[in-house]
């Protein structure tokens, strides 16, 4: 891997999650920690990241999370193009919820237009988003807001979404890794973000590759749990998100693969980019978690292995 191919997946991880070890970096861009330190000096000397004892970081922090007008400009391709085909998995009448981010506001633009749909969220980017939409029913959480990002958290968002039960959730998050699933940096977002997985049947990440084998503080959704993975295609250098994602395939994660090349505006008039989808082949049967709610759906989704993947057959000649 050349050097300014290096430096970039350095400063996309640490804009991803806040802050990121010396080692880590290292394991992800194979190379040596020498190397990496070497690169990061770099970087902070371009004013991009700041140098921490083991690691790297945001400029003017340790801990600090990207804000949204720092993940607004980040991966903006890619980002419509995962929505475009994330938006293909929703369904006329159906009820969902989705959690907060740049990337699930790009979806919830493409779902103004699904009659009959009713979307839970504690996101006010995305019920914004969704507000003009007539045909289109949005339910918010309680909650004390998060200013970064624009969401509601908190015991109250928590507590408002016990009973309820939907048939999809459309998460993001900092990272994801077939070892840990998804993960992000912060404890509170984290918590909801859970409870918004335990209402659900099926649950659907959303992450671009910049993303990918990346592993941050607190886990929301284990691999166990993830139904399906909408992405976009990684670069032909980088091997590390490759590997992840035949992870986890291999563990039972339905991994779809969107082109950014020639996909929809952010505007969300357009029909979804359904040409442009790559699923990954399904493994075997997929193991069964022991444990209640979503758990409990999961496993009885899954008794019928043949019937699910007609169901995939039929998605992919629509």
């Known amino acids: 891997m050349f050097a300014a191919e290096r430096r970039q997946l350095i400063l996309e991880m640490v804009r991803a999650n806040g802050a990121v070890s010396l080692r880590e970096l290292a394991r992800v ?26 690691g790297a970081v945001l400029p003017g922090g340790f801990t600090r999370e990207s804000g949204f007008p720092q993940k607004a400009h980040l991966a903006t391709a890619e980002k419509t193009a995962i929505a475009d ?35 839970v969220t504690n996101s006010l ?30 015991s109250g968002a928590e507590q408002s979404l016990q009973g309820l039960r939907v048939s999809k959730a459309f998460l993001s998050g900092s990272g994801l890794t077939a070892e840990r699933g998804l993960s992000t940096s912060n404890m509170l977002a984290a918590s909801v973000d859970r409870a918004l997985v335990q209402a659900a049947a099926e649950v659907v990440v959303l992450a671009d590759h910049s993303k990918i084998g990346a592993d941050t503080m607190f886990q929301t959704v284990p691999t166990d749990l993830i139904t399906r993975l909408v992405t976009d295609e990684p670069p032909a250098h980088d091997e590390r998100a490759v590997t992840e994602l035949q992870a986890l395939a291999d563990q039972g994660v339905q991994v779809s693969v969107a082109g950014a090349e020639g996909s929809a505006g952010s505007g969300g008039d357009t029909a979804p980019a359904r040409q442009q989808r790559r699923d990954m082949p399904l493994p075997g049967p997929r193991r069964q978690v022991p444990g209640a709610g979503l758990r409990a759906a999961t496993a009885l989704g899954e008794q019928n292995g043949g019937a699910e993947r007609a169901r995939v057959a039929d998605l992919r000649r629509r």
């Not at 009820?95 to 979806?107: D, N, Y």
């Open 29 to 54: 861009v194979q190379t040596s920690e020498v190397t990496v330190r070497r690169d990061v000096r770099a970087l902070e000397a371009e004013g991009l990241l700041d140098r921490r004892h083991g």
């Open 85 to 119: 085909l994330a938006a293909s998995f929703v369904h006329e009448g159906e009820a969902i919820v989705v959690g907060a981010g740049t990337t699930t506001q790009e979806l919830a633009r493409r779902l103004a237009r699904v009659p009959g749909l009713t979307v």
């Open 125 to 154: 980017l995305v019920a914004q988003a969704l507000a003009h939409a007539n045909r289109v029913e949005v339910v918010m959480t309680g909650g004390t807001l998060r200013g970064s990002n624009y969401a509601l958290v908190g």
